[in-house]
């Protein structure tokens, strides 16, 4: 508990995200103190094992002292310029960035994922008319945006368009014209062909009338859907048949999630705008990027009356404290070698969990480096979703053992059924050990009655 007047002002000024408050005095948000490695700790001391990394971003963990000290000296020594302006941590990220993506590209800086999100939406478009000559104003030349049902890429309103998810979205529309969706692939319930669908969907809508294609590696907020290894290859080639630019959206995927620096390069794809946020700073600073390649880039050159340059501005975008703190954050990255790290523990993780399918109630086990999604279904047979209460059950479950996992948004109604976790990348065996059997009891508990039906 928090004392008594942090309470009070909690409950009488703030407006928590995702959050209902009516009733919320039964049970108020956790009140946290403070964090040091993979843990949380409350007022009263408890300790949570955050088995989210907060919203999937605090990868290199808590409490971070050579991260502090970054902030306060570059805070002391320039605490703010302008984009229009260089600085060093901004550049020399920049190029760090490059070297990380392994071909030429350019970095435009904002500070979230659904920003760098707009960014690329614009390029996309911009680029688009730069190249074809075609206005799009009036509704001509290649202004759609194909996106997919379950993708999430943001809650501003052009990201939230770009957003198949039914709890996101819905209260908030009409949204922004030109977004379609496709599907994305979901092995467990059989959703397949999808890079077929992407092409039909092209030529349905007029591939002289898309600019882009937007896709997770992984569908991470909307199910964690992990596609066949010929997807994203497949896509690749649809969009550069097509003249159709690929977005990959790698905010919660990038800097080493899933056992490699970016996820897309475990398919060998290149993207020609690539969108980063979360992870590049793990979340001790707003931070985030869009990366076009160089192709896209040049696309924007011109005389400065032509107007063909980049029209878009964010006040904060590539701060030279966040960037400072993003260039540190890469650097322990490396020098703890935290991907391969994860690559190694994301298969001892996976062999825990993959014991809990000896739950009724446990449909589908699914994950790569440490980025996992447990699929729960009234029954195996059936895949039905299992009921929004046990999942909040087996929430609390784990939360009660001091352990800190999420699950995901009703992408359709009565679909928010699978579970979430994404732990610090600097988790050790014995949490690993405490996070599944946390979810084996809590399992057991929230399902009691169902398994003895
Ligand atoms: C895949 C993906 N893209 C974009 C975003 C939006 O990022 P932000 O919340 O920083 O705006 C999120 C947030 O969870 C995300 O999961």
């Not at 605090?58 to 902030?71: K, Y």
């Amino acid at each position: 508990m928090a004392d008594d007047n942090l309470s009070r002002l909690d409950a009488e000024s703030l407006w928590h995200p995702l959050t209902q408050h009516q009733g919320i005095e039964a049970s108020p948000p956790r009140f946290i103190e403070r964090g040091e490695g993979c843990y949380l700790y409350d007022a009263d001391g408890n300790r949570f094992y955050d088995a989210v990394s907060g919203l999937w971003c605090v990868n290199v963990g808590h409490g971070r002292e050579e991260l502090a000290q970054v902030a306060a000296e570059q805070m002391k020594k320039l605490s703010y310029v302008p984009g229009t302006m260089s600085h060093e941590p901004g550049v020399r990220l920049a190029a760090k960035l490059v070297e990380l993506l392994g071909y030429p590209a350019r970095v435009y800086y904002s500070n979230s994922g659904s920003e760098a999100n707009e960014a690329a939406f614009k390029m996309a478009r911009q680029y688009q008319v730069q190249r074809t000559g075609i206005e799009t104003s009036g509704g001509q030349g290649r202004y759609k945006i194909i996106a997919r049902h379950r993708g999430y890429h943001g809650c501003t309103l052009g990201a939230l368009s770009a957003t198949g998810n039914w709890e996101r979205r819905h209260g908030y529309e009409p949204l922004v014209p030109g977004f379609v969706f496709t599907d994305a692939p979901d092995p467990y319930r059989g959703v397949d062909r999808c890079a077929e669908k992407l092409e039909e969907t092209i030529l349905r809508e007029g591939a002289n009338s898309v600019a882009a294609f937007i896709t997770e590696t992984i569908v991470a907020g909307g199910g964690l859907l992990f596609p066949p290894d010929d997807y994203l290859p497949a896509v690749r080639e649809i969009c550069t048949k097509y003249g159709v630019l690929l977005i990959i959206d790698e905010v919660v995927t990038g800097f080493g999630r899933t056992g490699k620096m970016f996820a897309h390069q475990h398919w060998g794809v290149k993207p020609d705008i690539i969108t980063m946020a979360k992870g590049i700073a793990s979340g001790y600073m707003p931070l985030a990027a869009t990366v076009a390649s160089e192709e896209v880039f040049r696309a924007f050159d011109g005389t400065p009356a032509s107007h063909r340059h980049f029209r878009h501005v964010n006040t904060f975008g590539g701060h030279p404290v966040s960037t400072a703190v993003g260039l540190e954050n890469l650097a322990i990255i490396e020098r703890e070698g935290l991907v391969e790290r994860v690559a190694d523990s994301g298969r001892s993780l996976m062999a825990r969990l993959e014991k809990l399918y000896s739950h009724p109630n446990v449909g589908d086990v699914r994950g790569k480096g440490l980025l996992f999604g447990i699929e729960l279904v009234a029954d195996k047979v059936s895949k039905q979703p299992a009921p929004a209460d046990r999942v909040a059950a087996v929430l609390a479950g784990c939360a009660k053992r001091g352990v800190i996992i999420g699950r995901t948004a009703e992408t359709s109604p009565g679909q928010g059924n699978i579970l979430i976790m994404a732990p610090p990348f600097v988790s050790t065996e014995a949490e690993f050990e405490l996070l599944a059997a946390s979810l084996d009891e809590s399992l057991s508990e929230a399902f009691s009655d169902v398994a003895a039906a």
